[in-house]
């Protein structure tokens, strides 16, 4: 049986207070700028959910007086922002078809269920130029099949980069790291530093799981 990774929905299970701090976490996450998650459907707007949050916290903060009815509007105000969230939610899930890392990217903890996709074989194979305008490269990697994310780390220093779990990260002390999700397997990067000696490694995500990593690229932009 093959998994697909999927936001998973046990936040409807937390108390009303976590449920808040699970939310906030979401929203911050997702409407902070340079964000995969900024033009969400039009229903679920980060300002209109924000309100609902508030209001969340709010009715938490007066149900303390144990006032009549304050149990009732902390049901009502987080049914308010559940709808907000599982919105959220299946947005998500449409930019990350299956990628654990844009899953958590969100503020959501993947959970999985039976697909049809098979696991990517092989490993990327990074190419870079350059647009010849400072700051600027072109990243590419051969195609992986269809219905594939891209995942490039652009850093100063890669030589700490390791595999934990699932996903790569680097531990390379002092380093600036760039990380790019996309379906396109071609990209642009733009504001990097100039003369500077950087180094990219890309792996594959479908929703069998991840690829292995290619190879470590060195590159400078003019």
Not at 76 to 89: M, N, P, Q, T, V
Not at 130 to 137: D, K, R, S
Not at 183 to 197: F, I, N
Not at 204 to 212: C, H, L, P, Y
Request: with cysteine.
């Amino acid at each position: 049986m093959i998994l697909v990774a999927k936001p998973s929905k046990d936040y409807k299970n937390l108390t009303a207070e976590k449920k808040i701090v699970f939310y906030q976490n979401n929203h911050d996450l997702m409407s902070e700028t340079g964000s995969q998650f900024l033009t969400p459907p039009a229903n679920y707007s980060y300002v209109a959910g924000q309100l609902k949050i508030t209001a969340l916290k709010n009715a938490v903060q007066t149900a303390l007086t144990k006032a009549k009815g304050t149990a009732d509007a902390v049901i009502l105000a987080a049914e308010a922002a559940e709808i907000y969230i599982d919105g959220w939610a299946a947005y998500t899930d449409s930019i990350a078809l299956g990628n654990v890392v844009i899953i958590a990217a969100a503020g959501f903890d993947p959970t999985v269920v039976e697909a049809g996709h098979t696991a990517i074989t092989g490993a990327p194979e990074v190419l870079v130029s350059n647009e010849n305008a400072e700051g600027v490269a072109v990243i590419e990697s051969r195609p992986l099949g269809d219905h594939v994310t891209y995942n490039f780390m652009v850093s100063t220093d890669l030589s700490g980069l390791k595999k934990l779990g699932d996903v790569f990260v680097n531990q390379s002390v002092g380093a600036t790291t760039y990380f790019m999700s996309s379906r396109q397997r071609r990209v642009v990067l733009t504001g990097m530093p100039s003369l500077t000696k950087l180094y990219v490694a890309c792996f594959t995500t479908n929703v069998a799981g991840n690829s292995n990593l290619s190879a470590i690229v060195a590159f400078s932009c003019k």
